[in-house]
Each structure stands twice: as structure tokens, then as C-alpha cells.
């Protein structure tokens, strides 16, 4: 049975096309990969982004993801956990902007796999490698990771205290955690349609220093997560046209229009909620002590 998409979902987020059986449909890599193959000749891709920005589902801009890699020691040799990284798109970009190795983890094998043969075609397969595993359970010895980096992977957790406890536990001693995260600035003010609540700021500070996270801080980056650079904007678009044309009667959001379909967006309620001010993106950083 081919897979249906939430009408409340960005068709440019693939993992909204994942079934029940967790599959992908093979449209969704080889639109990816032709959206790819017909910009090459006549448009640069963004430096350190190989696939125009498709492949980096969620929403977060270059400038946002730039911002956030202040927030640590991201170099040569450093080995960085990216935490839910879905296709892959910001591990490569770590790879290829600072020269690091990334495991770059997800729950959703599917994507995993694709993420693999991505970096492949990119020449990064011995620096960026995908795994199967959750931020609950990191399939990794304690103290592994020089780094850790997350970008919007926690904001429907109901409890933060067990992932970001799990991600201490994997981080070695000294070392920094750069996450991004989209927060309700008062939770009981949340939209109630919305497909998950965020944990409000307080929230996860009160789950870093739980764990021993010290030095913690916070910035607030609204104004930088929406994505504006217009080749980016543009693939996404050539890949969502794809999508539309090839996968079958059924599987597309019939009431959406071509251009709600490229914004990558945390879907329609969230995304106003944003507008409007009852969610906020943050920007934390936090250190595990070296003692």
C-alpha cells in the first residue's frame, strides 16, 4: 500500500511520507536526485549544501544552522552526534563546512538508508554515517561524542529529562551541546491543534541542569530560522513539483496549493503560532563538566 500524506504536513518534509511499514516511496530520491541533476549546470549550490537545501527537511536556514555552530568547538577530528538528523542534509554540511565526522542518527531506518547513499554521492561516506537509534536510547558508549548537535529533534518531547539525560551520558566530559529548539512561550497558551506541543524554554533549561549540564545559556533566533536564500527556495520547489507529478492520486494533500508545499514549514497551526508569537526558536548551549 503506498503511503499518504498528512494534509497538515509540508510535502517537502519527506518524513511525512514514511508508511506505516516504514518505507519511502523511491519517487521521493529520484526527484531529489533529478531536481539535483537539472540545477547543477546552470546554478551553484549553496557552499557546503550539495543538494540545494532539499535534503535538509525541517526548515532551518543556512543562517540559523551558521549561528548555531558558534555555540561549540566544530573542526577537524571533532566527533559530533547530530541527533535526529533525518536525511542527513545538516550532517553533511557540518562535515563539508568544518571538516568533522558526524553520526548522524534517526529513528526512522528509511530515511537512515538514504541518508547513507546520499552522503555517498557526495564523497562523504567515511565522515558522515548514518545509524539507526533515538535520542532515548544512543546506540553509543558513554563519552563518546566531542559534540553534540540538535536542531529542532526534542520540541515533541513530554518529557526532556530521559533524551537530554541520555545525551550527557554519550558526551564527553568538557565537551558542548549545541541545540536548536522550537519552544511555547507559555504552555498553557499552545495552540491545541497543533501536532505536538513544544516544551517551553524554562522547560529545557530545567532538563539540562538535571542532567549536570553546566554554563548554560539561551539566545532567541526567530527572526533567522525562516529560509531566504532563493536557490534554496527554488529546489525545494523543483523537488516538490516532482513529487506532485509522480506520486500516485492519493497520496498529496488535495487542498494544497504548489506554494504551501515548499515551505518546509512545522505545518499550518504551528507555523502561525510562530507568526504570531506563542512560539519562539532558541538557540541553547550547555557543557558537560569536566569533572
Not at 31 to 50: G, N
Not at 261 to 279: I, K, N, V
Request: aromatic share 6%; proline share 7%; net charge positive.
Amino acid at each position: 500500500m503506498r503511503p499518504s500524506i498528512d494534509a497538515g504536513a509540508a510535502l517537502g518534509d519527506v518524513a511525512a511520507m514514511i508508511d506505516r511499514g516504514g518505507r519511502l516511496p523511491p519517487e521521493v530520491e529520484s526527484s531529489l536526485l533529478e531536481t539535483v541533476k537539472t540545477l547543477a549546470p546552470s546554478v551553484p549550490t549553496p557552499r557546503y549544501d550539495p543538494f540545494y537545501g532539499i535534503d535538509r527537511s525541517g526548515g532551518a536556514s543556512l543562517g540559523v544552522l551558521e549561528r548555531l555552530s558558534r555555540h561549540g568547538d566544530f573542526r577537524k577530528y571533532v566527533h559530533v552526534l547530530d541527533v535526529r538528523a533525518g536525511l542527513g542534509g545538516g550532517a553533511r554540511w557540518l562535515a563539508l563546512r568544518y571538516g568533522c565526522r558526524v553520526l548522524a542518527l534517526d529513528e526512522r531506518p528509511s530515511l537512515v538508508a538514504l541518508g547513507n547513499r546520499l552522503s555517498r554521492r557526495v564523497r562523504l561516506g567515511g565522515r558522515v554515517v548514518g545509524a539507526a537509534g533515538s535520542a532515548s536510547a544512543v546506540p553509543a558508549r558513554d563519552g563518546v561524542f566531542t559534540q553534540i548537535w540538535c536542531v529542532e529533534a526534542l520540541d515533541a518531547c513530554v518529557d526532556l529529562r530521559l533524551p537530554i539525560g541520555e545525551l550527557f551520558r554519550v558526551l564527553r566530559p568538557g565537551s558542548p551541546i549545541a541545540l536548536q529548539a522550537v519552544v511555547a512561550v507559555d504552555a498553557a497558551a499552545a495552540p491545541r491543534d497543533t501536532a505536538a506541543a513544544a516544551p517551553t524554554l524554562s522547560a529545557y533549561r530545567a532538563a539540562f541542569a538535571s542532567a549536570g549540564f553546566g554554563g548554560i545559556e539561551d539566545e532567541d533566533v526567530t527572526a533567522l530560522r525562516p529560509e531566504t536564500s532563493t536557490i534554496v527556495l527554488s529546489a525545494r520547489s523543483r523537488f516538490d513539483r516532482l513529487l506532485r507529478e509522480r506520486l500516485p492520486r492519493g497520496a498529496l494533500p488535495a487542498a494544497a496549493e504548489p506554494g504551501e508545499l515548499t515551505q518546509f514549514t512545522l505545518g499550518p497551526a504551528r507555523d502561525a503560532a510562530l507568526a504570531s508569537g506563542a512560539y519562539r526558536v532558541v538557540q541553547i548551549f550547555a557543557r558537560r563538566p569536566s569533572t
